[in-house]
């Protein structure tokens, strides 16, 4: 079936520091989004971006549709970045589309 | 102002008791979904709608069910025949269509925990 890919699984970073995480599709690129999920469980949306590069302060998401891949940038980190990033890809299943999550990176930025 | 309100936050039950989530949205969406999650997991599709009275399938449904009275309301039974019910439910919206669905939304989630 089709799979969504996020690497890495997890991620410990100083504060200040910069990351890259990224994620894989096995199918064409849709409706790509990225989410945070902070550590009470609520999913922040951060980006909905099927292709080019948006940005929001200090991140920033870049979706290249014909390589099959999104990379999320996190610039000067926070501790208050700390929590898990999901990606999601629209994926065609019968007659309509589902929202299919790779399993997470685990970000962790220490003070 | 607007957005998803799932309902309660937490909720214990006993093995073999039906409960219902909540989840209420005044965004106008058509198509509403329901996701489970397991600690350390992602997130995995209970069932979905994409307009008032239908709904599918997703990944996980056995064990669950759902009505779509109205556009605004798509709560979640989780029944006693659902194995491992303790999990951490999330409700989600979209305004597009079933080949557009656009950005998705989410509530802020319900913890279950069966006892």
Known sequence: GIQVEQSPPDLILQEGANSTLRCNFSDSVNNLQWFHQNPWGQLINLFYIPSGTKQNGRLSATTVATERYSLLYISSSQTTDSGVYFCAEHISSGSARQLTFGSGTQLTVLP | ?115
């Open chain 2, 1 to 115: 102002d607007g957005g998803i309100t799932q309902s309660p936050k937490y909720l214990f039950r006993k093995e073999g008791q039906n409960v219902t989530l909540s989840c209420e949205q005044n965004l106008n969406h058509d198509a509403m979904y329901w996701y489970r999650q397991d600690p350390g997991q992602g997130l995995r599709l209970i069932y979905y709608s994409q307009i008032v009275n239908d709904f599918q399938k997703g990944d996980i449904a056995e064990g669950y069910s759902v009505s779509r009275e109205k556009k605004e309301s798509f709560p979640l039974t989780v029944t006693s025949a659902q194995k491992n019910p303790t999990a951490f439910y999330l409700c989600a919206s979209t305004p597009g269509t079933a080949y557009n669905t656009g950005e998705l939304f989410f509530g802020e989630g319900s913890r279950l925990t069966v006892l």
